[in-house]
């Protein structure tokens, strides 16, 4: 029985505890260093999220206008061309 349990925890269940503890103290405080806290991770979570999607949709927003300012120039000297010198 003892093997299996030391098997699940990877080593004696003491030890895990004691290192998961330790880690968990010193990862918390780097956190706490940068404004983390238990109440406010999950919604700072959501907000990277839906910055994240935003900025997404904000690219093709912007491919989007630039490709309608280059038309504005792009498209009249294209019928220019056609219309006054383009194959015959």
């Known amino acids: 029985m003892s093997s299996a349990i030391q098997r699940l ?3 004696s269940p003491l030890l895990v505890l ?3 503890l330790f880690l968990s103290l010193v990862i918390g405080a780097i956190m706490a260093g940068f404004g983390f806290t238990p109440t406010t991770l ?3 979570i959501a907000a990277a999220a839906r910055s994240l999607w935003n900025l997404g949709f904000g690219a ?3 491919a989007g206008a630039y490709i309608l300012t280059g038309a504005m120039v792009v498209v009249p000297i294209w019928l220019l061309m056609r219309f006054m010198g383009g194959k015959r």
Do not use: V
């Open 18 to 20: 004691f290192k998961l």
């Open 60 to 62: 093709l927003r912007n």
């Open 42 to 44: 999950p919604s700072r």
């Open 9 to 11: 925890f990877g080593g």
